[in-house]
């Protein structure tokens, strides 16, 4: 205050149009500062109650000071990760890389990927003086937000992991959201892109791009087989595409029989995937092949180590230095994790509600899973049934064929929507006698059959991890009751 009372004095000999930028400006800063100190006064309330702080914060900060993402000083490094799937887990591990590298990083790790939470992010690289003290900042960016965070934040590299359909009510179809990252990703943003993926590897087209991708497997289709194929057509001409090959949804190497529309070369290329050997060779532009420690043998995750991969090594860092970071991290444990006991293992895995896709992989990588299992599903949006409606349609988009085998003994629906999820599974051809449902998902834990179950699988959604983690002590005390 006392220096924009100076500043307003010595600037009255000014003309009143430059006087009045003048004082905007010295407004605008003042709002700032303000803005970081009463923020991180709040977080420090905030975390003394025993809570994250990961939103509030970036609430607080918007209100002093609307363009405070404009205004914050930026990390020498910003990246930004995008996409409908696979972005959490991708984020933290390019974090978690960067760390041990030994570079200061912040990042919003628990998936706080909105306005708030990434005004958040912006405020934790900066000390009270809004002076930013990082290294780097990684953003995990909710897509359809993109358009609110990317102008501002004007990353140095954009990583969109794809772009499937997901919840209906909240993000409408690919094409909308693509449209949304097309729009609002500035031109010198260079993009990390899934060359398998039919939407995003579209992206900006006259930007610098770098592509990874997986060749072609064993176990590869070359027609879409999954119930949800987004991307079919040519975007040139229309006409339907080919598939050299394809791995599930629109995901795969495409091509156009009437046009020269394909699928672009991938820069860094997964030329072999050894799931029993835990390794994963990946060919570079210069045609060098490269081997890396495989993280976790799920499809999905196959795609974000690549990622990562991708990442770093354009950034600058070795291959030596990569495979070395790469050997030392995992993929989150908010994302998957595994306790054993007695004989039966309890696994969590996320199996992200109201999207269909996201959902189908995991129901996939489940179900080919050796041993004999029981799998419950808690999918249910945990805010929705607080003060919404969820739209229902996205269930009957699941593929629960997939549990339509001899070695799944029983499948438990839990949650609100549970019935729904019943009938569904009924659709499927699971027998009757092999579905439970209950309406609490803690209480459903207790019509778990055990008896000869190797693992047991607890499938839940982003907003139903915690619950999820009742469920699963629940289980373990069965468990170690019953040995």
């Known amino acids: 205050i006392c220096i924009w009372i100076y500043e307003e004095k010595s600037l009255s000999h000014h003309t009143p149009a430059r006087f009045k930028r003048k004082k905007e400006t010295i407004m605008s800063k003042l709002r700032y500062h303000i803005a970081v100190m009463a923020a991180k006064f709040s977080k420090v309330i905030i975390r003394l109650s025993g809570r994250n702080g990961t939103h509030t914060p970036g609430v607080v900060a918007r209100k002093i000071c609307p363009d405070f993402m404009a205004q914050a000083p930026k990390a020498p490094l910003c990246i930004c990760v995008t996409g409908t799937n696979g972005k959490t887990t991708v984020s933290n591990m390019l974090t978690d890389m960067l760390e041990k590298e030994g570079k200061k990083v912040v990042s919003n790790r628990t998936g ?6 990434c005004v958040t992010n912006l405020l934790n690289s900066v000390n009270w003086l809004g002076r930013c003290r990082v ?32 919840s209906l009510k909240r993000n409408a179809h690919p094409d909308y959201i693509f449209s949304v990252i097309d729009t609002y990703c500035p031109d010198t943003t260079k993009l990390i892109l899934n060359a398998d993926e039919q939407c995003s590897s579209n992206l900006k087209p006259n930007s610098e791009h770098v592509y990874f991708g997986i060749g072609k497997q064993d176990d590869d289709k070359t027609e879409p087989y999954n119930l949800i194929a987004d991307y079919t057509l040519c975007p040139k001409c229309g006409t339907k595409l080919k598939f050299n090959y394809l791995r599930y949804h629109h995901i795969g190497n495409a091509y156009c029989p009437n046009c020269d529309y394909k699928s672009a070369d991938a820069d860094y290329l997964a030329t072999k995937v050894d799931k029993e050997g835990k390794k994963l060779i990946v060919r570079e532009k210069d045609g060098n092949e490269i081997e890396y420690a495989l993280i976790h043998d799920a499809l999905f995750n196959i795609y974000n180590e690549l990622t990562v991969i991708t990442m770093m090594r354009e950034l600058g860092y070795s291959s030596d230095e ?3 970071r790469i050997a030392e991290i995992h993929v989150p444990e908010s994302r998957y994790s595994e306790t054993k006991v007695g004989n039966v293992t309890v696994v969590q895995a996320l ?3 109201q999207s269909a896709v996201s959902s189908c992989r995991t129901f996939e990588y489940v179900a080919e899973e050796p041993g004999k299992k029981v799998i419950m ?10 003060k919404s409606i969820e739209f229902i349609g996205w269930i009957y988009d699941l593929e629960y064929e ?4 001899d070695d799944v003994m029983q499948v438990v629906c839990c949650g609100p929507r549970c019935l729904d999820h019943r009938v569904r599974a009924l659709i499927a051809g699971i027998p009757e006698e092999k579905i439970a449902w209950d309406l609490d998902e803690v209480a459903a834990v207790d019509k778990v059959k055990l008896e000869g179950v190797d693992k047991v699988y607890i499938l839940y959604d982003c907003d139903t991890y915690g619950i999820s983690c009742k469920m699963k002590q629940k289980l373990l005390k069965r468990l170690e009751d019953e040995k």
Do not use: C, W
Request: net charge negative.
């Open 112 to 117: 706080s990927n909105i306005v708030p939470g």
């Open 135 to 166: 290294d780097a900042t990684v953003f995990e960016v909710d897509e359809r937000a993109s358009r609110l965070i990317l102008p501002y934040v004007k990353p140095d590299y954009l990583v969109v992991t794809n772009l499937f359909r997901d």
């Open 322 to 324: 990569v495979k070395k």
């Open 351 to 353: 199996s992200k509600g």
């Open 377 to 386: 599903i808690a999918e249910d949006d945990f805010s929705d049934r607080q």
């Open 402 to 405: 997939q549990f339509a085998r």
